[in-house]
Each structure stands twice: as structure tokens, then as C-alpha cells.
């Protein structure tokens, strides 16, 4: 299974752009990338996913570089409500969390 | 819409109990996942099920058993319990898009799970 490398945290502000990089080197041709997001307590919600170039829903995007040994989540426009650990994920189905990244906005 | 349900919500078992926790899938959905966040922890995949078949095995140690019933509701038993079992279980199912392959999974709000 490829290894995810993600920085451990990063703080905003609210209303800004806050872009998390993750490096998947070891990613397999069927692997997919996914992200999901985690409140204290609660279960892992999925964000996005995506397999090449760039994804869009009304939460994120994803940009894949051609190589795809790394990606990119964009969150447009935090808010304090966004404050949680981003998880970064490949695979094809069974999902291994590594060390996500918690995001902290503030006011 | 519906999401995945999980019983009991809070668990308490002293050492060496026996404990179980049950898993009722999205409907439609035809593959559980159970996983384990100990305190401070990232979840750790356990083992999942597809159509009632074991389909990938995690970090899941030899006295937990688990199983996907004809209704695909699934059942995590645990014996022997250990105080380091106390953690969040959590229970994820999927289904098959119509575009691709892949799995996307979602979660229930877990078993929180205490041993004394």
C-alpha cells in the first residue's frame, strides 16, 4: 500500500484559501486518492476523490499532478467550522490512514 | 438519507469480557469496514467484508472475529478484552459506483468502547 506524507498541522484564518499538499510516491496504477475530514469523536466524512489532473465538488478540489506522486486539497474560503484533521488517502478500496493533517482556523 | 448505523454508541467491559458490536450498512451498500482509533490515534483498519465474504484483513488481532450477515449487517466480536482495547470503533460501508471502481466510504459515528 503507498504511504502518504502530509504536513502534521496548519493554521488559518477564516475566509481564506488553505491548500493541503500530500506526497504519495509510491502510488499503484489503480490506486485512487481520496480525502476525508475528521471532527474529535466523529467518523471520517469524505471530502474528495480523484485519480489524474484536477477534481471539483461544492466542497474542495483536488489537483493530481501527471505524475501523481503528490495532490493537492484546496478548500476555498474556510471557516471555523472547517477546523479538523485532513486525512489523505491512496488505495483502490481498503483505506489506510497515515498521519492526517489538523487544521486549525481561526477568527 | 441514510447513514450507517452502529449499537451500541457507548460500551463499557472490564478485562477479559467479551464484547460485540454491531454494523447495519447503507442500504444497497454491499461492503462493511471496521476500524479502530485509539485515543489521540489515527484509525487503523481492522477487516471488511464483500458480499458477505471476508475481503481484506488489517491489524486485527486473533481474539476479535467479525462477520457480514445475509442482510450485510455486520458484527465485530471482541473476547478477552484488554484495557488497550478501549478506543472508537468505527463502521464504514461502500457500494460500487457506476463510473468506476473505486470505494467511497462512509462512516458511522462509531462504539465507544471503555475496558476497566
Known amino acids: 500500500l503507498a504511504k502518504t506524507t502530509q504536513p502534521i498541522s496548519m493554521d488559518s484564518y477564516e475566509g481564506q484559501e488553505v491548500n493541503i499538499t500530500c506526497s504519495h510516491n509510491n502510488i499503484a496504477t489503480n490506486d485512487y486518492i481520496t480525502w476525508y475530514q475528521q471532527f474529535p469523536s466523529q467518523g471520517p466524512r469524505f471530502i474528495i476523490q480523484g485519480y489524474k489532473t484536477k477534481v471539483t465538488n461544492e466542497v474542495a478540489s483536488l489537483f493530481i499532478p501527471a505524475d501523481r506522486k503528490s495532490s493537492t486539497l484546496s478548500l476555498p474560503r474556510v471557516s471555523l467550522s472547517d477546523t479538523a484533521v485532513y486525512y489523505c488517502l491512496v488505495g483502490y478500496s481498503t483505506l489506510t490512514f497515515g498521519k492526517g493533517t489538523m487544521l486549525l482556523v481561526s477568527p | 438519507a441514510a447513514g450507517v448505523i452502529q449499537s451500541p454508541r457507548h460500551l463499557i467491559k472490564e478485562k477479559r469480557e467479551t464484547a460485540t458490536l454491531k454494523c447495519y450498512p447503507i442500504p444497497r451498500h454491499d461492503t462493511v469496514y471496521w476500524y479502530q482509533q485509539g485515543p489521540g490515534q489515527d484509525p487503523q483498519f481492522l477487516i471488511s467484508?464483500?458480499?458477505?465474504?471476508?475481503?481484506d484483513k488489517g491489524s486485527i488481532p486473533d481474539r476479535f472475529s467479525a462477520q457480514q450477515f445475509s442482510d450485510y449487517h455486520s458484527e465485530l466480536n471482541m473476547s478477552s478484552l484488554e484495557l488497550g482495547d478501549s478506543a472508537l470503533y468505527f463502521c464504514?460501508?461502500?457500494?460500487?459506483?457506476?463510473?468506476?471502481?473505486?470505494?467511497?466510504?462512509?462512516f458511522g459515528p462509531g462504539t465507544r468502547l471503555t475496558v476497566t
Open positions: 464504514a460501508s461502500s457500494g460500487r459506483t457506476a463510473y468506476n471502481s473505486s470505494y467511497e466510504q462512509y
Open positions: 467484508f464483500y458480499e458477505k465474504m471476508q475481503s
